[in-house]
């Protein structure tokens, strides 16, 4: 890495800055919440800020000099530097309504590679982690893509609030079902990369998303011997918007359900 701090310690203070925001939105869980619509149609709620400032002051206290890109307070890019990237409630809407899929997501890239990842999911408690290269784990026990599941292939997919977004996502979940996969939908591309990770879904797609709903969880999916992609099996790239992240044995058939191109750049993720 670049900077002086080692790995391990970086992963420290991700998990700091996580558990702090997850532990913020458990105590205003059943609040009345102030609830804005942005300009892609997700919402945005007081808990997303409140949550998120948590996240910055710890990072910004911690990494002075490390640049950030947060979902909602946007980018503060530095050269050369490593960058925090942050979604600091990753499904919003189940969060307003009581569910329990949403997440705390953080990943840190240096020199254009995710170096690590930390996702926690308020409502159980679990903690996903991940350095690059040594594996990805689930309350610091090990863990694994799926090996052979019973049944039919089970995959996550998202769908967003655009409207020229949701349509083309429909032709695609037409087209899982007749590709012979089942499909869950759980609002929220962190906690679906995370069951990959852990073997609960067998894959997961999804596009006209941002860098924080996929940098985090791809990392823990790599780590946990999956592979992870670009629609159409291109080369991941965080930040173009779709990926395609599965067990070895899954992601072909996931790329060839998707389709040979990556829909349309556009911005509409999950609320």
């Not at 992609?229 to 996931?254: K, Q, S």
Request: hydrophobic fraction near 40%; charge should be negative; include cysteine.
């Amino acid at each position: 890495m670049s900077h002086a701090l080692d790995p391990a310690a970086l992963l420290a203070v991700a998990e700091e800055a996580a558990t702090g925001a997850a532990d913020e939105l458990l105590r205003r869980r059943g609040s009345r919440h102030e609830v804005a619509t942005k300009k892609n149609d997700s919402l945005v709620s007081d808990a997303d800020t409140a949550a998120e400032r948590l996240v910055l002051d710890v990072l910004r206290e911690r990494t002075p000099g490390f640049g950030v890109i947060s979902e909602e307070a946007g980018a503060e890019v530095l050269p050369g530097a490593p960058c925090w990237i942050v979604d600091p409630l990753d499904g919003t809407t189940n969060y307003l309504r009581g569910l329990p899929d949403y997440a705390v997501a953080l990943a840190l890239v240096d020199e254009g590679t995710t170096v690590l990842s930390c996702v926690v999911l308020p409502d159980s408690g679990a903690r996903f982690t991940a350095l690059a290269g040594q594996g990805a784990y689930r309350d610091g026990r090990r863990i694994a893509v799926t090996r052979q599941a019973p049944g039919r292939s089970l995959t996550g997919t998202g769908f967003g609030t655009a409207g020229v977004v949701r349509e083309a996502q429909r032709s695609v979940a037409d087209s899982l079902l007749r590709g012979g996969f089942e499909i869950r939908e759980p609002g929220s591309a962190s906690v679906g990369l995370c069951r990959t990770a852990c073997g609960a879904y067998d894959g997961y797609l999804e596009f006209g998303i941002e860098v924080w709903d996929t940098a985090p969880g791809a990392l823990l999916v790599q780590e946990a011997g999956g592979v992870v992609t670009g629609w159409g099996g291109a080369p991941f790239e965080p930040a173009a918007g779709d990926l395609i992240a599965a067990a070895p044995a899954v992601h072909a058939r996931l790329v060839d359900a998707g389709g040979a191109r990556p829909p349309a750049r556009a911005t509409g993720g999950a609320a």
